[in-house]
């Protein structure tokens, strides 16, 4: 798909949704821009993404986070309240996350979330971390292993070519940790 289809198809939704976390049109449209920016860096990278509407929503929703957290605005921060229209942007990529950042130590789970949820650059992620790159992609290898071993049991996952989590299916007669439970109702992930 070109960018052009994707992004006409998404924008006025992602607007909307930007403009209910963001009491600023003009800030809005500015976190709308960064969002269309990260679609153009990762179509020209050829990153595979299955499900453009899900992937444009988690980049806003990461845009907006990282707008708080440059602005240091966090009382104002809309971002975690439930959304409330029934179709929902809930992704793979919201849960994945909170898998990731309740589940997995700190040493791993902090590159492993910059690489796969927030789309970070391996050698961006270096340098956030102040490790050497090859540091940093053992840890996001490491980190892919663990999340894999902690949730083999009760969720198959497909992973893309770069070894990210695309996509998952819970396994039939496994019983969650009622934390992870909650966070799937909240997205409507459940059945």
């Known amino acids: 798909m070109t960018f052009n289809i994707i992004w006409n198809k998404h924008k006025s939704y992602l607007i909307n949704f930007i403009k209910t976390k963001i009491n600023n049109d003009h800030i809005a449209e500015d976190i709308l821009q960064e969002v269309s920016i ?6 020209r ?14 980049v806003a929703r990461n845009t907006i986070a ?19 229209n029934n179709d929902s942007s809930a992704c793979v990529c919201d849960l994945s996350g909170f898998v990731i950042q309740t589940y997995l130590p700190e040493k791993y789970s902090t590159p492993l979330y910059m690489s796969d949820i927030e789309q970070k650059p391996q050698q961006e992620i270096a340098e956030i971390l102040n490790l050497s790159l090859t540091a940093t992609k053992s840890r996001i290898q490491r980190g892919r292993k663990k999340l894999k071993e902690l ?32 966070e799937m109702e909240r997205m409507n992930l459940l059945p």
């Open 66 to 84: 990282d707008y708080y957290r440059k602005n240091k605005k966090h009382s104002e921060l809309l971002i975690n309240q439930p959304e409330n």
């Open 151 to 182: 949730v083999s049991d009760c969720i198959d996952i497909s992973y893309n070519k770069r070894g990210q989590v695309s996509d998952f299916q819970l396994k039939t007669n496994c019983e969650l940790p009622q934390e992870l439970k909650t």
């Open 38 to 43: 990260k679609l153009v860096d990762n179509l």
């Open 45 to 58: 990278r050829k990153t595979e993404i299955k499900n453009y509407k899900a992937w444009l929503f988690q």
